[in-house]
């Protein structure tokens, strides 16, 4: 059984900094690309960036430069630090999975990001 596990969430002040980490199992982690997403109340979920086995990135233009997603391949971990938040960051953000090959999709259940004074 595949499972994602997000925790990290919370409320911050604007200017402030949260790490979001993702634990997955299930899977073999190395096979698959692994990301942040996130999810505005009344918007579609959008990607925030991605991460490849190898280390490669990409990021959405709203949060380049502010944020960063390492992976721990030894530890089946992947983190989201986003810096300088805004409270146009606030939203629902979840991990995602998806094998490199198949390009076979799994979710996690979300972790709520409040950006607010």
């Known amino acids: 059984q595949v499972q994602l596990v997000e925790s990290g969430g919370g409320l911050v002040q604007p200017g402030g900094s949260l790490r979001l980490s993702c634990a997955a199992s299930?899977?073999?982690?190395?096979?698959?690309?692994m990301g942040w997403y996130r999810q505005a109340p009344g918007k579609q979920r959008t990607l925030v960036a991605v991460?490849?086995?190898?280390?490669?990135?990409n990021y959405a233009d709203a949060v380049k430069g502010r944020s960063t997603i390492p992976r721990d391949n030894a530890k089946n971990t992947v983190f989201l630090q986003m810096n300088s938040l805004k409270p146009e960051d606030t939203a629902v953000y979840y991990c995602?999975?998806?094998?490199?090959?198949?390009?076979?999709?799994?979710w996690g259940q979300g972790t709520q990001v409040t950006v607010s004074s």
């Open positions: 299930g899977i073999i982690f190395r096979d698959y690309v």
């Open positions: 991460v490849t086995s190898g280390g490669s990135t």
């Open positions: 995602n999975a998806r094998h490199f090959v198949s390009l076979r999709g799994y």
